[in-house]
């Protein structure tokens, strides 16, 4: 399989657990993107990579949320100190070079706070 | 403030006949849209995209006609089958001067194939 791949794909937690979420994406992209998806609500952008450069940050919902890309290739999402405002679908897109080119998507990480 | 949105929550449809899906954008400088179908607990499927250099594309089954005059795009599937039951999402890329911003998606609309 040669899609975006993403784990775990539910996770359970308790409010103020840290969590983290792993992306790999389709191997020859070099862009990789992060999205929070809310029941009824379309996915929503958070951060973005081009290689292991994080080029925008500014989206993040808060401090707590953070991610990274250290080799350029797979990508992690760390929320830490959980809220249950935090429970929704995260999502991992890739896509090769370009701003007009069609991202992919992952199946997601269902995150639950209890 | 500037959001892509959709026109109907929920639209029913025969099995067979054609169903056309509408999208609202309000910002002028999208450049690039994306239509997403999404199934219940997986992530959103790449259907079809069109450029603003263009005002209509075609794939299978599936027609996208995008109308820069009044920020309007839409979604036409021919010969709905039950399979196409899900929800779609229009997102449209807004340049950002050499960074990107994401794609930004509207709410969705709930597309259910009558038998």
């Known amino acids: 399989d040669t899609g975006v791949s993403q784990d775990p794909r539910h996770k359970i937690t308790k409010r103020g657990q840290n969590v983290t979420f792993r992306c790999d994406p389709i191997?020859?992209?070099?862009?990789l993107y992060w999205y929070r998806q809310t029941l009824g609500q379309g996915p929503e952008f958070l951060t973005y990579f081009q290689n292991e450069a994080q080029l925008e940050k500014s989206r993040l919902l808060s401090d707590r949320f953070s991610a990274e890309r250290p080799k350029g290739s797979f990508s992690t999402l760390e929320i830490q100190r959980t809220e249950q405002g935090d429970s929704a679908m995260y999502l991992c897109?890739?896509?090769?070079?370009?701003?007009?080119?069609?991202?992919?998507f992952g199946q997601g990480t269902r995150l639950t706070v209890v | 403030g500037e959001s892509v949105g959709l026109h109907l929550p929920t639209l029913s449809v025969q099995e067979g006949d054609n169903s056309i899906i509408n999208c609202a954008y309000s910002?002028?400088?999208?450049?690039?849209f994306i239509w997403y179908k999404q199934e219940s607990g997986k992530g959103p499927q790449f259907i079809i995209d069109?450029?603003?250099?263009?005002d209509k594309r075609q794939g299978q089954r599936v027609t996208v006609l995008l109308n820069k005059t009044v920020k309007h795009l839409s979604l036409q599937i021919a010969a709905t089958q039950p399979g196409d039951s899900a929800v779609y999402f229009c997102a449209e890329n807004r340049p950002s001067g050499g960074g990107a911003d994401g794609l930004t998606f509207g709410k969705g609309t709930h597309l259910i194939i009558q038998p």
């Open positions: 069109i450029r603003s250099n263009m």
């Open positions: 191997s020859e992209h070099n862009r």
């Open positions: 910002n002028s400088a999208s450049d690039y």
């Open positions: 897109a890739s896509s090769s070079q370009g701003p007009t080119t069609e991202a992919f």
